[in-house]
């Protein structure tokens, strides 16, 4: 029932600073010091934390016998000399005191404010180390895998770490053993104990990466201006550099796509488009809506939109699956996108808007067609059976349907 040898226990791997350590060890045993004495103001606690032992003093001066007037601060001559035969009148003595003399009762309560003090210090150590590393990128392995979250232990610190499902990314999946690498995102506390949540979703996972793949964002020649993402589906950075020599997109994918290949891996094969930041707002928005080839772009500055003009074989490409590319560029470049189909073949030819077949095409099958970027009859007719099954995942039956009775609109005209 030793304080020592509850301090040793602590004091070993703990984060905790020494002086810090030195003065929470002062306080309790200055607060045992003070319920037997009623006051600690002539006595020293030394406390060696290389050792993990400490010493208690008690100092009074020596005054001739029967002239003690302050028992708290004087003692007897004949009481100093059987401590040590060499004290004189007037000198101070130093009496030592050992733990056993506070009783059994006292070192039980001492020893368990001094556990409680030295696990606060500790939760108070993590939540401000982790603060600081807020956006950083850690490492840990998984240690309980639970409903709506995963505890990880710190690779490096050992220290308990949360990654809630609504920060994991879609088809992540771990074992109990798993190593997993996330970025920490940020450090509350619940219940007065410190939580670090990491996060496999946010920008900035994906932005600590490519530096950590990437030597010349790290070393400030390329800055990233802008990440959008569709964790684990798409995403696309807009990259800048201050060097006229490099080529910021080549070098963020690197030879053969060296560089950004590993970070495809640990995205669960999220799609990365990296792409030239410019001011030029129409290059911008031709820029974030690759892979497609944009024609031409009509600007509405004041309201931020954009109409966008492709040809028929670039308007599913611009749009993406289930409309995650049109999505993310409009994202990107902060400005509302609409996508339009080139026609020139049929440029002086009557065309009708979709929504005038509503009586003959349900509304659904309509969205899905305006949806890859057809918004009028002829657009529709413009496009083979087999690419509208593709691109749309209607039914043949319903895409013969719908093209028989567009066929048969401009039939009854002629």
Not at 192 to 210: A, G, Y
Not at 397 to 410: A, D, K, P, Q, Y
């Amino acid at each position: 029932m030793n304080l020592v040898d509850t301090f040793s226990e602590f004091k070993t791997g703990k984060n905790i600073d020494r002086p810090t350590m030195v003065r929470v060890l002062e306080d309790v045993f200055r607060t045992l010091i003070r319920k037997k004495y009623g006051s600690d103001e002539n006595f020293e606690v030394i406390v060696n934390t290389t050792k993990g032992d400490l010493e208690l003093w008690r100092v009074r001066e020596v005054v001739p016998d029967g002239e003690v007037t302050d028992e708290g601060s004087e003692i007897s001559i004949s009481e100093a000399l059987a401590i040590d035969e060499d004290y004189e009148v007037g000198e101070e003595c130093y009496e030592q005191l050992f733990l056993e003399d506070f009783g059994r009762r006292a070192i039980m309560a001492a020893r368990q404010t001094l556990i409680s003090r030295i696990m606060e210090l500790e939760k108070d150590e993590i939540y401000r180390r982790y603060s600081e590393r807020v956006g950083e990128i850690v490492l840990g392995e998984v240690n309980q895998v639970l409903k709506r979250e995963i505890l990880i232990l710190d690779d490096a610190t050992g220290n308990e770490l949360v990654l809630p499902k609504m920060e994991m990314i879609r088809g992540d999946f771990f074992r109990k053993g798993d190593m997993v690498k996330g970025v920490i995102k940020s450090v509350d506390m619940k219940n007065n104990n410190p939580v670090v949540i990491v996060s496999r979703t946010d920008n900035t996972f994906l932005e600590k990466l490519m530096e950590q793949e990437v030597p010349e964002i790290e070393d400030g020649l390329i800055t990233i201006r802008r990440i959008v993402r569709i964790p684990g589906e798409r995403a696309k950075v807009a990259v800048e550099s201050y060097d006229d020599r490099i080529d910021p997109v080549g070098a963020c994918v690197g030879m053969k796509g060296s560089r950004i290949h590993g970070i495809v891996r640990e995205l669960r094969n999220e799609n990365i488009d990296i792409v030239n930041f410019t001011n030029n707002i129409t290059l911008f928005i031709q820029r974030a809506l690759t892979p497609a080839k944009v024609s031409s772009i009509e600007l509405d500055t004041e309201n931020r939109h954009a109409n966008v003009y492709l040809d028929p074989d670039q308007v599913s490409l611009a749009i993406g699956k289930g409309g995650t590319n049109i999505k993310l560029a409009s994202q990107l470049t902060e400005y509302e996108i609409d996508v339009y189909r080139n026609m020139p073949e049929y440029e002086e030819i009557e065309d009708v808007d979709l929504d005038e077949f509503a009586d003959e095409i349900e509304e659904w099958v309509i969205d899905a067609l305006k949806g890859i970027g057809c918004d009028s009859a002829r657009s529709v007719l413009a496009l083979s059976k087999e690419e509208l099954l593709r691109r749309t995942d209607l039914e043949e039956e319903t895409v013969n349907e719908v093209m028989r009775i567009l066929s048969e609109e401009f039939e009854e005209e002629k």
